[in-house]
Nanobody, 126 residues
Framework: VQLQASGGGVVKAGESLRLSCAVS????????VGWFRQAPGKEREAVSC??????????YHVRSAKGRFAISRDDARNMIYLQMNNLEPTDTAVYYC??????????????????WGQGTLVTVSS
């Protein structure tokens, strides 16, 4: 199983980025998926998550990302995306994609802890 995150980079505050995660080795539609991030000196946190296909679609966004970030999935292409708009310096972190068949995803929380990608660095300058 591989999750390959890409799309990170250096941008200025207010700009946008779209992260992509290519998934292989699993039937992605069976998995809840999400994006997490870890900033220097901080704990990893869930950013945006979306439930497995075939279930009632549930998404989670960390409060600081609501209205700015959007998660999407393309099961036919085995891809996960995170569209990040109006980026802020506090969004600077390594972003990881993840997948789990027993993910717990509610509007108030996201718990995914099975398969992880290698991370892509997002740096937002002021």
């Amino acid at each position: 199983v591989q999750l390959q995150a890409s799309g990170g980079g250096v941008v200025k505050a207010g700009e946008s980025l779209r992260l992509s995660c290519a998934v292989s080795g699993i039937t992605m539609s069976h998995y809840g998926v999400g994006w997490f991030r870890q900033a220097p000196g901080k704990e990893r946190e869930a950013v945006s998550c979306i439930s497995a296909s075939g279930t009632i679609t549930t998404t989670y966004h960390v409060r600081s990302a609501k209205g700015r970030f959007a998660i999407s999935r393309d099961d036919a292409r085995n891809m996960i995306y995170l569209q990040m708009n109006n980026l802020e310096p506090t969004d600077t972190a390594v972003y990881y994609c993840a997948a789990d068949t027993i993910a717990v995803i509610k509007s108030s929380m996201c718990s995914i802890d099975h398969y992880w990608g290698q991370g892509t660095l997002v740096t937002v300058s002021s």
